[in-house]
């Protein structure tokens, strides 16, 4: 059974940072692109980052780019995401995502977390 889970999120003012980490078993997670996704308050979810299994490949939405930054350590089958100068619109919750596909970054993911809150204030 393949579990994601997600923590670090919180409440943070704006410029401030959040560290969120998400903790992946139940698959081998070096064979993993994992992303990172968020949904805000009455928003579609929208993708954020992803780093390919051996993090050689990283993606990021244009708005996070300079700000977030994504990470994996394979050992320890966790990826993180380093949210920096964070604006209120960053608030949301953020969902960590895995998928196997061949091609960066893959186009539809197969599991998904429960997601950490993120809120931001002005």
């Known amino acids: 059974q393949v579990q994601l889970v997600e923590s670090g999120g919180g409440l943070v003012q704006a410029g401030g940072s959040l560290r969120l980490s998400c903790v992946a078993s139940?698959?081998?997670?070096?064979?993993?692109?994992m992303g990172w996704f968020r949904q805000g308050p009455g928003k579609e979810r929208e993708f954020v980052a992803a780093?390919?299994?051996?993090?050689?490949?990283?993606d990021y939405v244009d708005r996070a780019k300079g700000r977030f930054t994504i990470s994996r350590d394979n050992a320890k089958n966790t990826v993180w995401l380093q949210m920096n100068s964070l604006e209120p619109e960053d608030t949301a919750v953020y969902y960590c995502a895995a998928d196997n596909k061949q091609h960066f970054p893959p186009s539809s993911y197969e599991y998904w977390g429960q997601g950490t809150q993120v809120t931001v204030s002005s």
């Open positions: 780093i390919s299994w051996s993090a050689r490949s990283t």
């Open positions: 139940g698959l081998t997670f070096s064979d993993y692109t």
